[in-house]
């Protein structure tokens, strides 16, 4: 499968008609050429993952094995989510593996924004790579890679980022079933699936996750001040019927303190900054002007709910100069 491209003509597919054809076509092919061998996934909770297990799972059933690496820095809700939809509703194989601890004893300390990213990515291939020696007979490995991720890699734009990167000694054949589409074609057939639609239409999300937007070296009580602000602020967004209209929506909590009062005492506490925009490919991004009640509202939110937290900004940064993530 790994020289299959786009055909030119291909018609975009738009419609659940036009989904479940190409689902049609995919089930088959990956039938013919997995045979009755097995296949391994890294599901992230991501569309493309998702959109991959779902296939794969109708194609297969459970002759797929899932692993689902919760690295500790996810959004509030998504591991249990996985767990829900694809375990429980769908009936796949998955293997859930908590390695909060591994990941977070491993940045501990770490303040350097490209070590953390780096210490992220490594970790992951290693717990991934560990489960998959646990795994007998497994001769394919599936991957959630579209077809922006070939155009940037043949254009030398960044390295392909579903590439792999799995020790020599795991040497598997790939199966890609996403691999030909764009993105917003990989959601209108996760949504033919029978796919959620938070999972189908996510917003964009980092592979380092909450990590990048916990600043500076990570510690518990900040990443947990974090992941409440974040849930708050999509709440409120998806009460507000901005969710799936704002591109990208999320909180960070910054690594110094300031001065506070609560309850007629002197606090010291971290601010919660929000970050919402807008942008069509990522490279460039204005501010979403949110609404100011509803600002305030998350604000009022946020305080009352959020421990260690006594200040809220709202960053009004375009890209460029600023990027959409803090590190
Ligand atoms: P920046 O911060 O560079 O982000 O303006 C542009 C978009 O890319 C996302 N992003 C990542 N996505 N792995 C990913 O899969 C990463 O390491 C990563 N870093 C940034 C970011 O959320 C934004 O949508």
């Known amino acids: 499968m790994e020289n299959i491209r786009r055909p030119d003509n291909m018609v975009r597919i738009t419609t659940p008609e036009l989904a479940n054809k190409y689902i049609e076509e995919q089930i088959e092919a990956l039938r013919a050429q997995i045979g009755d061998k097995k296949v391994l996934l890294a599901l992230s909770g991501g569309v493309d993952s998702s959109v991959v297990a779902a296939m794969l799972i109708k ?35 998955l293997i859930y593996i908590d390695a909060t601890d591994r990941f977070l004893d491993k940045l501990a300390g770490v303040s350097d924004p490209e070590t953390k990213r780096k210490i992220i990515g490594k970790e992951f291939i290693d717990v991934f790579a560990e489960e998959a020696r646990k795994l007998d ?7 959630g ?35 030909i589409l764009f993105k917003d074609e990989v959601r ?38 974090l992941r409440e602000s974040d849930a708050i602020l999509r709440e409120e967004f998806a009460a507000a019927g901005l969710a799936g209209k704002v591109w990208q929506y999320f909180t960070i909590v910054p690594d110094f303190r300031s001065t506070g009062v609560r309850n007629g005492q002197r606090c010291f506490d971290w601010p919660v900054i929000i970050r919402a925009v807008n942008t069509k490919d990522a490279m460039s991004a204005t501010v979403e002007p949110l609404d100011f009640a509803l600002l305030q509202k998350i604000t009022a939110r946020i305080l009352a709910e959020v421990k260690g937290v006594n200040r809220v900004l709202y960053d009004l940064s375009p890209k460029p100069v600023a990027t959409i993530e803090w590190e």
């Open 59 to 93: 194609a297969i059933g459970n002759r797929l094995t899932c692993v689902h690496v919760n690295h500790g820095l996810l959004r509030k809700g998504e591991p249990e989510q996985v767990i829900k939809v694809f375990r429980e509703e769908m009936g796949a194989n």
């Open 137 to 143: 007979g497994i001769t394919f490995l599936a991957q």
């Open 145 to 179: 890679t579209i077809w922006p991720d070939i155009l940037e890699s043949e254009d030398g734009i960044k390295a392909h980022h579903n590439a792999g990167g799995l020790p020599d000694d795991l040497n598997f054949e790939l199966v890609e079933p996403v691999r």
């Open 188 to 225: 209108v057939v996760g949504k033919a699936l029978g796919l959620p639609d938070n999972m189908v239409y996510r917003q964009p999300f980092p592979g380092p996750g909450l990590g990048v937007r916990c600043l500076g070296a990570i510690t518990r009580d900040r990443l947990t001040a």
